[in-house]
C-alpha cells in the first residue's frame, strides 16, 4: 500500500470489505473428486474454471447473461467433447450440488472473526447466484452470519468485472465507492474493482499470483491468506 492509498483507505468512513466468494473463502478444491470420476485426472477441475470465468466474462461483453451454474454445467459439457468424454446428467447433478456444497477454506473463520471484532463492515460479492432453495455456498460453508449483506452479480444481469457490478454494491451500501475494499484471489477482479474506484486486497492462494505488469492496477495489500490480510488492515486502520 502506497502512502497516498495508505491515507486514503485510513480516513475513509465507513470502512466496507466486499469479498469475493469462489475460491477466495470457499474451497473449489473440494470438487476436484467429480473431475476424478469424469476425467480421470483432478486437474481438469482449473481447465473447467478458467473456462467458466472467461465464458462469464464473455456474456457480460456481448450484452448477454445466464446464472453461474447453468453456465458452469454447459461449460463442464463443452470440456467433456474436448477431451472426448461424454459427459451425464448424473456427473451435471454431481457438478451442481458440488459448486453449492463447498467448504470454507481453513484459514477463513479465523480471518473474518479478527475482521469483526476489528469493527469492519463486510460484506459478499459472488458470480453465483442463490440456490433455488434460498441457501447459498455462504450458508452452506458455515459463513454467512460474518456478513452484513450478500450480493450477485444476478441482480445486475452482468458479470465481474464490470464496473457497474462493484458500482452497484457501493450504491446498495450507501456508500462511495472509494470507502470500499474488494478482497479477492483473483487479479481479475482486484483490477475491475480498483477500475471502479475501489481499493483491494490480493489473497494468493495456491494457483493464484500477483500480475507482473507495471501498467496495471497493482492490488493495495498482497498477503497469503486472510489472517495475515487481516493484520495488515488493522495496523493500517489503527495508524
Excluded at 37 to 64: A, C, H, N, P
Aim: aromatic share 8%.
Amino acid at each position: 500500500m502506497t502512502r497516498t492509498e495508505a491515507a486514503r483507505w485510513a480516513g475513509a468512513e465507513p470502512r466496507v470489505l466486499v469479498f469475493d466468494v469462489n475460491e477466495t473463502l470457499i474451497d473449489i478444491e473440494s470438487m476436484s473428486p467429480v473431475f476424478e470420476k469424469i476425467f480421470g485426472d483432478r486437474r481438469v477441475l482449473r481447465e473447467w474454471f478458467g473456462q467458466l470465468v472467461l465464458y462469464s466474462m464473455t456474456l457480460t461483453l456481448s450484452g448477454l447473461y445466464e446464472d453461474f451454474l447453468t453456465l458452469g454445467q454447459g461449460v463442464l459439457k463443452m470440456v467433456g467433447d474436448v477431451h472426448g468424454v461424454e459427459v451425464t446428467s448424473e456427473d451435471i447433478e454431481r457438478l451442481r450440488q458440488a459448486m453449492l456444497t463447498m467448504p470454507a477454506h481453513p484459514d477463513v473463520e479465523e480471518g473474518l472473526t479478527a475482521l469483526r471484532a476489528a469493527g469492519f463492515r463486510m460484506v459478499t460479492l459472488t458470480n453465483s447466484p442463490p440456490a433455488s432453495d434460498g441457501r447459498t455456498p455462504l450458508e452452506n460453508a458455515g459463513l454467512a452470519g460474518f456478513f452484513e449483506r450478500r450480493f450477485s452479480v444476478q441482480a445486475a444481469r452482468a458479470y465481474k468485472p464490470a464496473p457497474h457490478v462493484y458500482h452497484m454494491v457501493a450504491q446498495e451500501l450507501g456508500v462511495p465507492a472509494v470507502n470500499c475494499m474488494m478482497i479477492a484471489c483473483h487479479v481479475w477482479d482486484t483490477i475491475g474493482a480498483q477500475s471502479a474506484g475501489y481499493t483491494s486486497g490480493l489473497l494468493t492462494r495456491p494457483g493464484n499470483a500477483r500480475l507482473p505488469v507495471g501498467s496495471l492496477p497493482s492490488p493495495t495489500l498482497t498477503a497469503p491468506d486472510l489472517p495475515a490480510l487481516a493484520e495488515q488492515l488493522t495496523r493500517t486502520w489503527r495508524r
